[in-house]
């Protein structure tokens, strides 16, 4: 399979800690997408990063790429309860153009 | 939801029957997209469409059909429908792979929950 793999499953933490995810892909990329998914609700995208960029920061989120690893990370900073969704990672790889391969997700469980 | 509607929002049907899902965009983008999204599965592509009547297969298209005569319309078709189809179901569009370089940022819809007895 293509698909990207989100590590954690599961993450629970209380508000104002950080949290880190993981996603580990196999093949060559164009970019790595960051997407939120609220229960009940459509993906979200919330940060791309290119193969040739190493880090990328947008507000609370910190995105890292290692294509030797063929791994990213997500890290939210400061977490909220509103924070509370899954995360997907998605990877744009070059043998396919205009199709994203998702992860199945961490579940992210932020508490008050 | 970036001009992105799916419909119905929920359906219930029986086992072989037919239905049809639609995904509508008033944003003009190429590509659009129908994934199902299980438990244990993530998120996985049926079919996509590059542009008016050009579609290709997803990972998971057995079973499935799909149209595009209008570039604000995509139709997902599951023509005699089954048990294992009862899924979330989630229209996306994208502009697609942009002239200066790739780029592939995907806008999704409300998703339609289809229960198949």
């Known amino acids: 399979s293509q698909q990207g793999e989100e590590d954690p499953q599961a993450l629970s933490i209380q508000e104002g800690e950080n949290a880190t995810m993981n996603c580990s892909y196999k093949t060559s990329i164009n970019n790595l997408q960051w997407y939120r998914q609220n229960s009940g609700r459509g993906l979200v995208h919330l940060i791309l990063?290119?193969?040739?960029?190493r880090e990328k920061h947008s507000g609370r989120l910190r995105v890292t790429l290692d294509t030797s690893k063929k791994s990213s990370s997500l890290l939210i900073t400061a977490s909220r309860a509103a924070d509370t969704a899954s995360y997907f990672c998605?990877?744009?790889?070059?043998?396919?153009?205009?199709?994203?391969?998702f992860g199945r997700g961490t579940q992210l469980t932020v508490w008050p | 939801d970036a001009g992105i509607t799916q419909s119905p929002r929920h359906k219930v049907t029986e086992t072989g029957t037919p239905v049809t899902l639609r995904c509508h965009q008033t944003?003009?983008?190429?590509?659009m997209y129908w994934y199902r999204q299980d438990p244990g599965h993530g998120l996985r592509l049926i079919h996509y469409?590059?542009?008016?009547?050009?579609?290709d297969k997803g990972e998971v298209s057995d079973g499935y059909s799909v149209s595009r005569s209008k570039t604000e319309d995509f139709l997902l078709t599951l023509e005699s429908a089954t048990s294992s189809q009862t899924s979330v179901y989630f229209c996306?569009?994208?502009?697609?792979?942009?002239?200066?370089?790739?780029?592939?940022?995907?806008?999704f819809g409300p998703g339609t929950r289809l229960t198949v007895l």
């Open positions: 944003e003009n983008h190429r590509y």
């Open positions: 469409s590059y542009g008016v009547k050009d579609t």
């Open positions: 996306a569009i994208s502009e697609g792979p942009q002239a200066g370089g790739p780029y592939n940022e995907q806008f």
């Open positions: 998605a990877t744009d790889e070059r043998s396919t153009l205009g199709r994203l391969y």
């Open positions: 990063i290119r193969s040739n960029e």
